[in-house]
């Protein structure tokens, strides 16, 4: 089961302000944990939303709104998805994470499988497994 844990922003986030050394030096021991356990598919912090847009959509078109955005406990600002046995191991993950102030919240990635039934015949599926053979073979060339 993939899972995205998703690290909401805060106000010193949204400033711009970079980790300490110290930080960095305990993200880089938890990234290396959560790659020596295998279960690392990707992970990233994300640029204030001072740098950000939002698209809506309604139904007669979208609209863009340039960041900042000022509902900071709506904003990430970073993720890390893993790839565990479970939902009770994907949050002992999150538990695990070294931040003294903040908050994570852990979402499961849908699989093809969830959306079966709006599949019947497969052919849905199929298509997009041919994208995802795409991405992966541009990751690796």
Request: hydrophobic share 40%.
């Given at each position: ?14 400033t711009?302000?970079?980790?300490t ?16 356990a295998?279960?690392?598919l ?8 001072s740098?950000?847009?939002r ?16 509902e ?9 998805i893993?790839?565990v046995?479970s ?5 002992a993950?999150a ?10 919240e852990?979402?499961?990635v ?10 019947p015949t ?12 795409q ?7």
């Amino acid at each position: 089961m993939r899972f995205m844990m998703l690290v909401k922003a805060t106000p010193d986030s949204e400033t711009g302000r970079l980790p300490t050394e110290a930080e960095l030096t305990e993200m880089g021991k938890y990234n290396e944990e959560l790659v020596k356990a295998g279960i690392l598919l990707a992970g990233e912090g994300l640029h204030p939303s001072s740098k950000g847009a939002r698209v809506t959509f309604s139904k007669t078109g979208n609209t863009v709104t340039d960041g900042p955005f000022s509902e900071t406990k709506e904003l990430v600002s970073g993720f890390w998805i893993i790839e565990v046995k479970s939902r009770e191991e994907a949050i002992a993950w999150a538990r695990r994470v070294p931040f003294k102030d903040g908050q994570v919240e852990i979402r499961q990635v849908a699989s093809a499988e969830d959306f079966a039934p709006s599949d019947p015949t497969g052919e849905l599926r199929a298509k997009e497994d041919a994208l995802r053979a795409q991405v992966e073979a541009k990751a690796k060339a």
